[in-house]
T-cell receptor, first 112, second 112 residues
Framework: LAKTTQPISMDSYEGQEVNITCSHNNIATNDYITWYQQFPSQGPRFIIQ???TKVTNEVASLFIPADRKSSTLSLPRVSLSDTAVYYCLVGDTDSGYSTLTFGKGTMLLVSP | NAGVTQTPKFQVLKTGQSMTLQCAQD?????MSWYRQDPGMGLRLIHYSVGAGITDQGEVPNGYNVSRSTTEDFPLRLLSAAPSQTSVYFC???????????FGPGTRLTVL
């Protein structure tokens, strides 16, 4: 199983860009990188998924270097409502659940 | 679509009691799973199913049973509750391939 390492917490202010990096040195060839967001007392919510280079959607961007040993979730112009825990998952969901592991995530606190 | 629904939202049990946590999805997803989340921790996979009639163990299966008689429902049974099973339980589902997982609102269980 690909183990991931993320910062435990990050602080930011409204309007700033936030970049959360995830390290996954033993990522496998078939593994994808997926990020989820979780608010208190709610289930996680999918943000973005990628395999290599850059992926962008209406919420975030995901940057993956050529060696794929790390990835960076970029949240543009955060607001107070972006305060949440962000999880980086690495695995091949096409082969089942057993390859996906939620770590402790990164607690992002956005202040006014 | 209601998405993924879970009942009950809250439950208090005494040690040794049994109960079933209900999970249902109306998206015709093949994959369903159960996670537990302890305070300050990420989610840990308990059991999962890749289709009706097929289930498998996750990271922390001991003390829990599951069955998948229909595509829509995936109940989680605690046969003899223990204080160590005090946690928040999340059910999730997803379609085939590398789609996102959709999580339910969670069940907060306390075992006294």
């Amino acid at each position: 199983l690909a183990k991931t390492t993320q910062p435990i917490s990050m602080d930011s202010y409204e309007g700033q860009e936030v970049n959360i990096t995830c390290s996954h040195n033993n990522i496998a060839t078939n593994d994808y990188i997926t990020w989820y967001q979780q608010f208190p007392s709610q289930g996680p919510r999918f943000i973005i998924q990628g395999y290599k280079t850059k992926v962008t959607n209406e919420v975030a961007s995901l940057f993956i270097p050529a060696d794929r040993k790390s990835s960076t979730l970029s949240l543009p112009r955060v607001s107070l409502s972006d305060t949440a825990v962000y999880y980086c998952l690495v695995g091949d969901t096409d082969s089942g659940y057993s390859t996906l592991t939620f770590g402790k995530g990164t607690m992002l606190l956005v202040s006014p | 679509n209601a998405g993924v629904t879970q009942t009950p939202k809250f439950q208090v049990l005494k040690t040794g009691q049994s109960m079933t946590l209900q999970c249902a999805q109306d998206m015709n997803h093949e994959y369903m799973s159960w996670y537990r989340q302890d305070p300050g921790m990420g989610l840990r996979l308990i059991h999962y199913s890749v289709g009706a009639g097929i289930t498998d163990q996750g990271e922390v299966p001991n003390g829990y049973n599951v069955s998948r008689s229909t595509t829509e429902d995936f109940p989680l049974r605690l046969l003899s509750a223990a204080p160590s099973q005090t946690s928040v339980y999340f059910c999730a589902s997803r379609g085939q391939g590398r789609d996102e997982q959709f999580f339910g609102p969670g069940t907060r269980l306390t075992v006294l």
